[in-house]
C-alpha cells in the first residue's frame, strides 16, 4: 500500500519524517484480510514495527475522521516489556499521531507516578507503558479501559520471558472483549500462544522475516579462545574496530558492573546498563553515546531492549546468548536503516561446537576469525592516523601562528613524531593473547618457568573452583596470611574443591610460620579458608595461574563454566 492511500494526518506525518515507502512489516498490516483482524505479527529488529502498529490501529482510532475525537479514556493501550521500549514507542506514536490532535500518556516504571496519574485524569488517546506500571495505574483506579478500541503488546514474548504473564492476563481482562488485539512476537514459543489463544478471535499472523535469517545488515563473526582470555578479547575487539559505538552483552548485571569497571580503568569511555540502573541513570547513559562523550555500552539482554543507536555498528557478544533468537536480538541494535554492522561472539574453547549447532540451526553464515593480535591493532592505528592527518582542514590565524612558532623550534619530524605519540597516548593498550592452537592451548594448562622457582614447595587451601576461587582475591590473602608479596607466589593451580600454590624452598618455613601465627589469632578476622603444606604436587589436570601469568585471572560462574566475571570471594568465604 501507498502512502497516499493512508489517512490524510498520518500521510502527512509520515510524508515529514522522509517516508517515501512502507516497510513489509508496514504495508502487511494494512492489506485487506489483515482489516479489522486481531494480528500475530513476527518481525526483525529494526523493521518499522512500532510505526506497523501504528498505522494498524488507525482505524479504530480515526473512524473515518482526519481528527480524534477530544480525549478521554484510552481508546489503545500498548504494552512493552522496558522502559526504554516504552518511551522510544512513545516518541514514533507522537510524530505520527500529533497532526490528527492525539494525546499520549507514557506510564514506565522509575517516572513519577503521581504525575503520570495526574495526566490520565485529563485524557488520553493513546496510552504506552510497561506491564508492571500500567497494572498498578489499573488497580489503583487511574487507568480507565472500559472504552479501549486496541490493544498491542510489543515484544510479547520478552515480556513472558520477564514474568509478566500475571501482569498482562491482569490488563487484558480489564479491557472490552470486542477490542482489537495486535500481537508482535519475534518467536512463538507454546506461552504465546496459549496468551494468543485465550485473548484473540480468528488471529491472522504475518511473518515478514526474511529466509535469511542472519539480516542481510549484519556480519557475524566467531572468535574461539580461552577462557581466561575473553576480557582481553574484549579489549582488542574494541581496539580494532575503533567503532563510533559500540554494544557489548552480558548475562548478569555484576558482569556487566566488572566489564563496564574494567573498561573504565583501561581508559575507554564506557556506559553501562542493567536492571540495577535507574530511569535517570539509563538516560544519562543513553544520552552520553548520542552525545559521543561515551563510545562503548555494556548491556544485559532486557536492558538493551528498545535501544536504537544510529551510530551503533559494533555488537560483541561477550557472553554467549541462550539461543539463537537471543542472538538475533542483541544484533539487531546495529545493521539498522541499511547501514551496515559487525556482530562479534566470543566463544571459550569448550562451547564452539554447541555455538556452530546454534549458527548453523539459525542459518546464520558466521566467519570464524582469530582473536585481534596487537601487530594487527597497530597496523590498523597506524592507518587510521595516516587518514586522519591527511584529511583537509581549515585552519585560522592562530593556528598559523603557532604552527609556525613550533616550526621555528622543532624539525617536521620531530614535531610530526609529538603528534603521532600525542594520539598513541590516549589509546588503551592492546592486550596479549594465548595462542590459538592446541599446542598453546595445552601449554597454557602447564606450569610456566620463571628465574627462582627451581626449587619450590606446595601448599594447598580447602577451596576451589566450585567455592568461586580466583587468583584476583586468592593471591592478596597468601600475601596478607604468609607476610610475602605477590612475586614471591609462583603458580597457583585451581582444582574443583581446592587451591595449589607454590612458594620458594628457601621462604616456605617463614611462610609456613606466618600462616600457623595468623590461623592461631586471627579471631573474628578468620575467614574460613585454611592454608597448609602440601603432602604432594597437584594433579596435571587442575588449572594453572598465578603471577607467574600476569593476565587476567580466571573466570569462572557459578557452575565452574569458563565466560564469567567473578569480583571476589563467594559469601561466608
Known sequence: MSISNLPT????????????????????VLEDQAAGRDLIVSAQTGSGKTVAFGLAMAP????????????????????????????????????LYSPAGARIATCVGGMDA?????????????VVGTPGRLRDHLERGALDLSS??????????????????????????????????????????????????????????????????????????????A??????????????????????????????????????????????????????ERNHALQALRDRRARVCVATDVAARGIDLPTLTLVVHVELPRDAETL??????????????TAVLIVPYPRRRRVEQMLHGARIPAEWIDAPTPEQIR????????????????????????????????????????????HRSQLPEPEELIEATPEARRAAQQERHRPGFDDTVWFRMDIGRRQNADPRWILPLICRRGHITRNEVGAIRIAANET??????????KFASAVDKFARTAGDDDDGIRIERATDAPQPGARADGPARRGPPNRSNANGKPGGFRKGPPRGR
Request: net charge negative; with cysteine; aromatic share 4%.
Open 379 to 422: 597496523a590498523a592505528d597506524r592507518e587510521r592516523l595516516i587518514a586522519a592527518l591527511l584529511q583537509p582542514i581549515e585552519t585560522d590565524e592562530e593556528d598559523v601562528a603557532l604552527a609556525e612558532r613550533l616550526l621555528a623550534e622543532k624539525t617536521p619530524a620531530e614535531i610530526a613524531a609529538a603528534l603521532v605519540r600525542a
Open 148 to 225: 479501549l478500541r486496541v490493544a498491542v503488546l510489543d515484544e510479547a514474548d520478552e515480556m513472558l520471558d520477564m514474568g509478566f504473564r500475571e501482569e498482562l492476563e491482569a490488563i487484558l481482562d480489564a479491557t472490552p472483549e470486542d477490542r482489537r488485539t495486535l500481537l508482535f512476537s519475534a518467536t512463538m514459543p507454546r506461552p504465546i500462544v496459549a496468551l494468543a489463544k485465550r485473548y484473540q478471535r480468528n488471529a491472522f499472523q504475518i511473518t515478514t522475516k526474511s529466509d535469511d535469517r542472519g539480516h542481510g545488515d549484519i556480519s557475524y563473526q566467531a572468535v574461539t579462545v
Open 9 to 28: 494526518r498520518l500521510a502527512e506525518a509520515l510524508e515529514q519524517r522522509g517516508y517515501s515507502t512502507l516497510t513489509p512489516v508496514q504495508s502487511a
Open 227 to 280: 577462557p581466561a582470555d575473553i576480557e582481553h578479547v574484549v579489549i582488542n575487539l574494541l581496539r580494532l574496530h575503533e567503532a563510533e559505538t559500540a554494544i557489548l552483552f552480558c548475562a548478569t548485571r555484576d558482569n556487566v558492573r566488572h566489564l563496564h569497571a574494567s573498561l573504565i580503568e583501561r581508559g575507554f569511555a564506557a556506559v553501562a546498563l542493567s536492571g540495577e540502573h535507574s530511569q535517570s
Open 60 to 95: 479504530e482510532l480515526l473512524a473515518g475522521e482526519e481528527m480524534l475525537p477530544p480525549a478521554g479514556a484510552p481508546l489503545a493501550l500498548i504494552i512493552a516489556p522496558t522502559r526504554e521500549l516504552a518511551l522510544q514507542v512513545s516518541r514514533e506514536l507522537i510524530w
Open 328 to 341: 538475533q536480538h542483541r544484533s539487531g541494535r546495529t545493521g539498522r536503516a541499511g547501514k551496515k554492522g
Open 114 to 126: 503521581s504525575k503520570e496519574r495526574r495526566t490520565l485524569n485529563h485524557g488520553a488517546h493513546i
Open 500 to 509: 595449589h600454590f607454590q612458594i620458594p624452598a628457601q621462604l616456605a618455613a
